[in-house]
């Protein structure tokens, strides 16, 4: 038997055997899949191909981190090299003669050096760099896959050293592209030395090299399915099939029965797809709030430990059972699952675009169902169904705020308006916030905007509530508010609290309401831009915190900063902005939890973050729940007089000249 | 085991209350569960949990119950019932206890817990005179109760801390302080359902005569010499205490 004989038999076999077995592993993924919860991921074609563009081809999200992009980028790019490898090998013992020509042949070298690059840096970065990120994650899977990378490399630089002898010796056809390996060139003329190029020795050698390449490409493909490097397969579909619609809608759809998610048929296949998605990069885990707060909530994790349970579920033909541990609870602890702020920072920094808050939020409804939740939370959750509003105080308080003010504020009820303004919970209760409330008010009454709010008929907007997981309580709120704001007469709706923002604009759909909903930074930003309001620009540096609400969700970064940019302010970015801010902490529910756990409060590292910029001493935000949460911060670090967290509409204040004693201080500075 | 909770609604004290005519305008407040019967009634799910029982909640129809019925059905009671008949909001204690005995004597009950008090019952005088009527065991301020055959055992603390462990014979009546965990949440969409789903059972009853206490009149303390009042305000009343604590030295500027 010739080597030719050999290898073929040897690569038939390996076929058989490896694409078997991943086919096996793929049916019971598909079927697992089937079996799951529907959603919609195929509309939209062109945006879908666009974004497979920019995140697999160009590597977008990757290169946020620029060195784990770009060894990321070497080593994927080979992947695409290896095709041309896999032809011409298998071609050349199949068909002896066959060759790739002389122009792909070289690419392949190329592609050798540019991979061996990537695993050193690779190396680099796991043994000496070991960013925080990779805690958690299977190391040895890491190395053992970069081992078998190196194998085929090297492989393919000693089949391409033989070829010419095995070409010549045993198969009797010319070798054309000898020369184009160059590194297998280079290595021939060793053998040439030692006299190692005659039909056994060359037979050996090629084999040694084809079973290094051939046999662990196909080893691999046996392997993948059940490895983190699934995600070489699972990545382009799992991207292709990502969130498309608005970003900020928990659910596209309304639950039919309950959103509840207790076993791995309650999750959706496009869930269940980004389990087995997931590179175990930690990129999540590093931008993740709660993580940072030393509480044992990690994104990363929660997909790990997830895909790990429906494994063994798999494994012992469980998937579905009532029986099985509880997933919420058990699989993921009661503390993870409470700890999110759904404040969306993993799924904006997932290269693969894993959704981790819908699964988070499914699986605290299904904790929530067997009546388990924090007893603070608990309050507010009954305060919203009796009174409307988080605080407990009687929905007859909720427009207290507006009275003794100069200026009238219409209800919107009972006369048309041109401009309604849906207040939300801390900016109408909230004693702090209150005072901007009423600044906003006779901001927009020195504008000539004919506005007006729903006076008692607004009640909670209902974006928590979901996010605790009661989808009901959501809709009751949601439809409450719906009834008042299709009873009011309006042009157009503004909020001043990106949580209802949020429910307003991407939760409400769902339940029939489409109406175009503003931030109130968008709002003033065009009342001066039409010229409605003069400002007098008030020369000041100030750094903006973008809440996830407004940035992240809404994509609502650029005009917080013109507006900025219109007041006179010239800001000074932290860090971690736009879509890639970091949450407060108040988010999801937590800002009504207890602190346990909590080593580093996330807004008190954010207070941290803003005080490395040079010569900056205000912190500006713009939602009602930032005003309370770092003020608390500033206050319990001791910081105030070297930072002052200010609301926009102060500043708006100040501006167009409504300044009070304390405000004009913004000014002097 | 046959365990019955009895259950009412009180004013909401979220909102002001205002005395109209030397009266609470009762039609025109918001009710919620008393958290006292909340209270028992968790501990009664908590022993259905822990033994195995089967538990009513009862209450008498002084107006609308039915939500925080069906909300101790959806979580967890196997039947609740409503004693219907022609009863008002101002229904007094002794009126309803004897409603709550009548109707539990009938049904044989091995154990009934309540909340041990109720806003508007602060001396916590339901569970005694439904015990007395039906003329047996009774305990209040209790809390902790585990059942053992046909005997119950409970804790009742004292100040300072002493506790003090009971045993008492089946049937029996318990006024419960507390419940072992927090009264668990019940979702929105769990209580809909269970109103599509589940029925309350109805007993018709009237009240009989009792004797009655009437109310004469309702005011605020009148100063008397050693009292100073410092009124509603606030911001009055703020100044005030922070003027004695820094007149006591207990503030730092
Ligand atoms: S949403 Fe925010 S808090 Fe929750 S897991 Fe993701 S990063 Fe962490
Ligand atoms: S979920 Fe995404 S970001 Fe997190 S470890 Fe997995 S691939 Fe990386």
Redesign the interface.
Known sequence: MTVRTVLMIFTVAMILVSGGLFMRRLATLIRVMKGARPAQRTDRLGARVQSVVEHVLLHRRMFRITYSGLLHYLIFSGFVVLLIDIVETVGEIFFPGFTVGRVLAPLVDIWVLLVALGILMALYNRLVIRPARFHGSDEKDAYLILGLIAAIIVGIVIHDSFFPFVAREVLHVADPVARSHFLGWALSRVWLRLGWTGPTAASIGYAVGYVMDMGVVLAFLAYLPYSKHFHIFAAVPNIFLRNLGPKGALLAQPPED?MAIRTFNDFTWKDLLDLYTCTECGRCQAVCPAHAAGQPLSPKMVILKLRDALNEQLAAKTVGNADTPPIAGQVISQDELWACTTCGACQEACPVFIEHVPKIVGLR?AL??D???E?NA?KV??AW???GNSF???A?KRPAWAKGLDVPIKDARKEPVDWLWFVGDFAALDPRVQRLSQLIARLLHQAGVDFGILYEGEVNAGNEALRIG????F??LAQKNIQALNQAQYQRIFTTDPHSLNALKNEYQKLGFHREVRHYTEAFLELIETGRLTVRPLSMRATYHDPCYLGRWNGIVEAPRRLLERLGVELVEMPRHGVQSFCCGAGGGRIWMEETNITDRPANQRIREAMTLPDVHYFVVACPKDVSMFSASVTAMGVENALRVVDMAELLAVAVGLETAEDAALISS | MKIAVLMKDVPDLVEDLEVEDGALPLDEMSFVPSEWDDQALEEALLIKEEDGADVTAVAVDTGDVDTMLYTALAKGVDRAVKIVGDFSRSLTNRQRAQLLARYCQNERFDLILTGVQAIDDLDGQIAGLVAGLMGIGHASVVRDVHVAQDRVRFVQEYSGGKMAEFDLACPALLGIQAARKPPRYVTIAKVRQVQKSAEIDEVEDSVGETPVVTVRRLYKPESGGHAEMWGDDVETVANHIVAILEEKKLLRG
């Open positions: 309950t409804a929530l169902e009546g388990d939740i007893a608990q959750l009954v169904d009796r009174q407990g105080q009687p007859r009661e989808y009901g309580l809709e009751t």
